[in-house]
């Protein structure tokens, strides 16, 4: 297969057109990030910078087992709950 120019590895793929939601989108060579969008013509840039880094992190989720026990506890059925080792 000859491409036109060596892929672009910074070139998001956007999923529809920003103007009238289109999903026939071809990269074009009006620039590195250039889309066209077949249904209405109109040519835009999709430009992925990165991700930040959220100011905190969350805090770790619980397992299903311990999330299960302590609910049981909150609602009174003692009988279920597993002793711990």
Known sequence: MRFRREPNANRNFPTHCPYCAGEALFPDATSDFAWKCTECLRIFEVKFYGQDAPDHAPAPAKSTEQAL?????????????????
């Open 69 to 85: 026990q302590e609910s049981l506890a909150r609602h009174g059925h003692v009988a279920v709950l597993r002793k711990e080792k």
